[in-house]
């Protein structure tokens, strides 16, 4: 934990829970804060425990795990455990164990009451942040990558989820008042038309809750993301990494003001990304600039470590024994795909179908076999025919027509619609995208014809979104990804499953950023550690030939 109370209002102002907070507010809170040191291996709080206040986690690695014992999240620094409000159940709902040795702060259930009353921003922080781990809880995100954490989610204003009942409602209701005129004229008719019109406003209005609740923004410890569904009909992911992001606004209409929403501006380097109609929006608003600030902080106590480490290798000094990964816990290639000989039609048919394969690390998607077959159906209907015609004519079915003419018509039908399915299968096959570990490509070859190629390097991309638009797209899981990098655009179009295909991207992209910055740093710290080296031997030079005694010592690592 800090090791003054200076320390301890650094963290606090570095606190999510805090954002909204003024500088002076914050020595009140660190004076009923109480600092709490869990051992590893140590239950923190147990699911269905009372809760009596939140644990802010200064130092260390703690896991919330469910009933069945399945660790759903993990927490680290500056993040925040317990989190409740009177919106929810008064009990635990996970169970909080340490990892690692940790230490932190217990905010009471009293102190955080009293507080809320004398900072009315402070309550509306810990609306948004509770209710942001409630929904975690209960939504599936199979497209966030390795180790990344959803650290904020908000949905339109619950107002909007009333306007999209109303109109099912008051179509039902309308309907009744109808069919009661009928009842009289025939009631069978009625009862019919009653049951219809309650189905059918029934799913029309789950239809209309199911599109306010897949409707959502949030914030990771990596990216910005819109998601944006319609059921049936559109499925879009819009995101940006944290580290394009130029500044947060906010904008509020005057119907907007009335009824508690407004819009969350975020600008990054290729456009806005809107958090539309939310409510809490200032709050929202400062926690996205708090998560931004964290995602550029460098912590300095783990870098002097390792700096330390290549100083002491670099004078020939044994490391220290302790790893990155196990400070982590404490403290918080080739571009092109390999080819093989082969010939030609082991070629054509050597990833018969696929639309995703890997090889040597790159990855390669091709548009989907829906797509496929639309191209193919003219060619295929040709073939069928012209085998139904040629049979037909060995078989004498067909009179009236010379045979042997016949017979040649029939077998040059059925090449030449052989050759274009084949034809229209090979440009299919030729048309990808490819994800490598450097960079995305576009690859377009025609057969016997041109070939088109764009790529792009993996830390140029400022934003990946999809969309699916359609009822095929929606029915058989294909769409559109759009890659932006500087003032042009990159489309993977019509590939499958197109989440997975941004996901990819993704994953690849911070793995890239991850790789580099560790080269950087390395970097870095050889060439102060050989500056250091230097120093030393001509500081030993100097002293030798001048034959003197400096009082000043040669640098000890």
Known sequence: MPDSKDALRQFLRENALFSTLADEDLPEIADVLMPVEIPAGEVLFEEGEDVDGLFLVERGKLTGSNQEGNIQ??????????????NYSKLRQETVKALSTSKGWFFSNADIHQLSLNRPAFKETLLVLANSQEMVRTMTMPWLGSGEKVSLVARKHPIFLLFAIIPPLGVFGLSLLVLNFWIKISSLAAMIGMVLSFIFCALWLVWNINN?????????SKRMVWVERVSGFYDSRQEAPLGTLISVGTRTTQLGAFLGYSDVIVRTYIGDIRFERVAHAKAIGKLIENYWAKSKHVDLELDAKEIRKALRAKFGK?????SSKELEDEYGISNELPQAEMGFFEWLFSDFLKVRHEIGGAITYRKHWFVLLRKEILALVGVVASAVFMISVITRNITGINYGMALTLAVFLLVVSGAVMIYQYADWRNDIFQLT??????????????????????ENILSIEYERRGIFPMLFNFGTVYITVGNTQLTFNEVYQP?????????RMGKHAEEKEIRQTTQERERIAQWFKVFQEEYSNITSSEDVTSPLNPPSI
């Open 73 to 86: 999240r993990t927490y680290q620094r500056w993040d925040i455990t317990g989190l409740s409000t009177g």
């Open 212 to 220: 306010w609740a897949n409707d959502f923004y949030l914030i990771t």
């Open 499 to 507: 989440s997975i295909v941004q996901q990819d991207i993704f994953a």
């Open 318 to 322: 044994a490391p220290e024994d302790i």
């Open 437 to 458: 570990p450097n960079q995305v490509v576009d690859l377009d070859r025609k057969p016997f014809g041109r070939e088109s190629r764009r790529a792009a390097p993996l």
